[in-house]
């Protein structure tokens, strides 16, 4: 019995050993928040402050959308459940705008999705040159400013751009090892011309959430932590200042024992796009007008016994065999069946 131990804890050992970086913060719930039945179009949740739910079952129906608002530590969302997650609405992470900056078009200062990192602060005329984004894969900020990089790295502004104060554009960057969102956009930098012409905010990075359970997940909705786009720089006819980089997308993680994402289903991370200029109208194709500083696209990792992915998938993807994780609860599940078949022998 004791060799048969070794050998279990070894085991064991390896797995955390190899795992640790896969599984750094694997949420289990202890279903202590009851059952997650969301009512109306629009529920925004308050994360506390581990940002942890511990729910038994989750059932978001088709119509509805659940928001976070981020807590003071700007942790993850970590949805976790004891029993099925079934998904027919949408749960969204992305970057939000806030704050919209007066007398600048289109122009918000954008805030990163739960776990992410804030876009750069577009110049003015007490500071004129726009901040870089912020996080690993941040845009530099400049004239115009750079786009975010997460799983793929954000672009230099092509548009509205000169070669001199231009900002760099983020890097890729490989999977956290401890979950965070994506990165932010730089800020565009302000020109003086008979007056300032302010910079645009860079974009906000899209968010980050941990979906986890030891039943099964069924995705028919969709999962949403894109990043913001840039904000539009202050233009006339005579000049314009440098627009904002797109934030770049969040990343996702999902745990289950069986994890199906139906046709119509859609997870997605994508960058936002480079700002524009204040004399175009924005809201007819913020694509169009882009200064070409879009951010790059995030990360979902699936970790299941059983995969079955049908719908779209608007991000890097990291597949885990949920094998490996759920075989080591057994390994802990079995060590406590030796120790009560050998009392009962006793």
Do not use: C
Request: hydrophobic fraction near 35%; avoid cysteine; charged fraction near 10%.
């Amino acid at each position: 019995m004791k060799k048969f131990l070794k050998i279990l804890i070894s085991l064991i050992s390896v797995f955390l050993i190899i795992n640790a970086t896969a599984f750094a913060a694997l949420i289990i719930s202890d279903g202590s928040d009851g059952a997650f039945n969301p009512v109306g179009s629009l529920v925004t949740l308050d994360l506390p402050a581990d940002g942890i739910f511990n729910f038994t079952t989750i059932n978001i129906p088709a119509g509805v959308t659940v928001k976070f608002n981020r807590n003071t530590s700007n942790t993850p969302v970590y949805f976790a459940a004891t029993g099925n997650v079934n998904i027919n609405g949408v749960i969204d992470v992305s970057a939000t705008a806030t704050n919209v900056i007066v007398n600048v078009p289109n122009n918000p200062k954008q805030t990163g999705g739960p776990g992410a990192y804030n876009g750069g602060v577009g110049g003015n005329g007490n500071t004129p040159v726009g901040s870089n984004g912020g996080g690993p894969g941040g845009g530099g900020g400049g004239y115009s400013a750079g786009g975010a990089g997460n799983a793929i790295p954000g672009n230099q502004a092509t548009k509205y751009s000169t070669e001199s104060g231009k900002g760099y554009a983020g890097p890729a960057v490989s999977y956290p090892q401890n979950l965070a969102g994506g990165s932010g956009g730089g800020g565009g930098s302000a020109i003086y011309k008979f007056g300032w012409y302010s910079g645009g905010y860079g974009g906000g990075g899209g968010g980050a959430i941990q979906i986890s359970t030891i039943g099964n997940i069924d995705i028919v909705g969709a999962i949403l932590a894109n990043g913001a786009n840039g904000g539009w720089s202050y233009a006339t006819a005579l000049a314009y200042a440098g627009a904002g980089g797109g934030g770049s997308g969040g990343n996702m993680e999902l745990f289950a024992n069986a994890i199906t994402l139906g046709e119509n289903a859609l997870i997605q991370a994508l960058g936002g796009y480079g700002g524009g200029l204040g004399t175009q109208p924005y809201s007819n194709d913020p694509a169009a007008y882009s200064s070409g500083a879009d951010g790059g696209m995030g990360y979902v990792k699936f970790s299941a016994n059983t995969l079955d992915l049908k719908g779209t998938i608007d991000a890097a993807v990291i597949p885990i065999p949920g094998a490996v994780w759920l075989f080591g609860s057994g390994l802990i599940g079995l060590v406590g069946f030796r120790r009560n078949h050998r009392k009962k022998n006793l």
